[in-house]
């Protein structure tokens, strides 16, 4: 089963009493015939039952129609094919598949190995090497999960060996996997920038600054953290052996030059860079290194088939709920609601990221984004915030999401890689929080962090 079809099963952290009250409070809604509010209410329901996302929108979005008798059934077919029917949303399958060659290939190996060698001299060195080796792989898997699924396992073994603290590895490796979906490419800016109608490679190249200052801010944690406990320096800096791991990552480190590189050149779409790096991992894992076999590669492109099946059904569900937002004007009221503030960005940026932090807790990152996209990005237009920034600063948001319960998917996925508690991981976790709410306030008050690049090379 995929991390994200696991995660959204999960009912267990609702008590039966609150679902209870729950269904009875749909059932108000609905004999009062306060319909829009019964679809929030139901939507919010199926997802404390621990209903799957995508039949939780889907299924929400049908008993409305059925309730209000106002919308043929055939155009809810019609919005979710057109919600799925878009080119850029080609790039999901291929950066899965990617990650998942490159997870299973000896990718991910030889890049911690170099990164090792390149940062573990310094104090609490593992975590930098953490970090580091975050960075590299974001340029090539485009998914925090796929982090933290695959680096993760080697990374939390690697620091457990070396003494160091199970939460404290878990944290950070949690952490520093959310910097995969800001530095390009990224699959949440890939369905925002459908949602929104903004380019994507706008949108990669404008997250690849942030994602740095989210890695070089989490590396200052480490050292402050390092300091205080007492961590060692886990290698001595040796020059050859930086060489020769180097020698054995070489062609792995390419990987993210040829993707970003390529976006950044023109020489790619984001569609076709995706593809570009499921052929550059197959000739790495099978002709080179000779370490993905038939069989991984089935096992592979079965777990990629499953999880790009659960994200298009989750847009599609989040398709049909978005529409009838909008052809509610739910959109014009949030207008008015927040339209004293229109005049202060500032103050709605604050509120804006308040909203996007709460949801990030409850809900699942696509599913967030096709949702809060024609709700919130059209209230940020007009406050004069650039739809390119916008996207960084929701992903960003929704990245600091994944660390939190009930639905911390990362946390899950460690959960289970690290063999400790649910319980244990968030509290690993929550020192890093700081470093990445700090970038977080920085990337969406500065804005020049996120449009410098774009500005420089697309305007």
């Not at 996209?373 to 920034?389: E, K, N, Q, T």
Request: net charge positive; charged share 10%; hydrophobic share 60%.
């Amino acid at each position: 089963m995929s991390h994200i079809q696991a995660v959204s099963r999960r009912g267990a952290l609702i008590s039966p009493l609150i679902a209870l009250l729950a269904v009875i409070g749909c059932l108000v809604l609905v004999f009062n015939g306060q319909y829009l509010l019964f679809l929030f209410a139901a939507l919010f329901t199926l997802l404390l039952l621990g209903v799957p996302i995508a039949i939780s929108l889907a299924g929400s979005c049908l008993l409305y129609v059925y309730l209000t008798g106002r919308v043929p059934d055939v155009v809810v077919v019609h919005r979710m094919i057109n919600g799925v029917d878009s080119f850029p949303l080609l790039a999901i399958p291929f950066f899965i598949l990617a990650g998942n060659l490159m997870n299973n290939g000896g990718i991910t190996n030889r890049i911690f190995d170099f990164a090792k060698a390149l940062m573990g001299w310094m104090r609490g060195g593992l975590g930098h090497v953490n970090v580091g080796a975050s960075i590299v792989f974001s340029g090539m898997s485009g998914a925090a999960v796929a982090d933290a699924g695959g680096l993760g396992t080697i990374e939390i073994k690697a620091m457990r060996d070396a003494g160091y603290d199970q939460q404290f590895s878990v944290g950070i490796t949690a952490a520093s996997s959310t910097i995969g979906p800001i530095i390009p490419p990224s699959l949440p800016m890939v369905i925002y920038g459908v949602m929104a109608s903004v380019s994507v490679g706008q949108l990669f190249v404008a997250g690849l600054v942030p994602g740095l200052l989210m890695g070089v801010s989490l590396m200052v944690m480490i050292t402050i953290m390092a300091k205080r406990r007492g961590y060692p320096r886990d290698a001595q800096f040796s020059i050859p052996v930086l060489w020769l791991t180097f020698r054995r990552a070489f062609l792995s480190l390419l990987a993210p030059v040829i993707i970003v590189g390529g976006i950044i050149s023109g020489m790619f779409t984001p569609t076709e860079a995706a593809i570009a790096a499921v052929v550059y991992a197959l000739f790495l894992g099978g002709v080179v290194y000779r370490i993905l076999t038939w069989r991984r590669l089935l096992k592979v492109s079965m777990e990629t088939i499953e999880t790009t099946a659960v994200i298009l059904l989750i847009v599609a569900g989040a398709s049909i709920f978005a529409w009838i937002m909008t052809s509610n004007q739910v959109t014009q009221h949030v207008m008015g609601l927040l339209g004293p503030f229109a005049d202060n960005p500032i103050a709605l940026l604050i509120i804006i990221n308040l909203v996007l932090i709460v949801v990030g807790c409850f809900m699942e990152t696509i599913a967030a984004i096709t949702i809060l996209v024609p709700v919130l990005l059209p209230v940020a237009v007009s406050a004069g915030v650039d739809p390119v920034h916008f996207g960084v600063i929701m992903v960003l948001n929704l990245m600091i999401g994944l660390l939190t319960p009930p639905v911390g998917m990362v946390l899950y996925v460690l959960s289970r890689v690290s063999n400790i508690s649910f319980e244990n991981c968030m509290r690993g976790t929550i020192p890093f929080l700081i470093p990445l709410v700090i970038s977080l306030l920085l990337v969406t008050f500065i804005p020049a962090i996120s449009l410098w690049l774009p500005t420089l090379i697309y305007r």
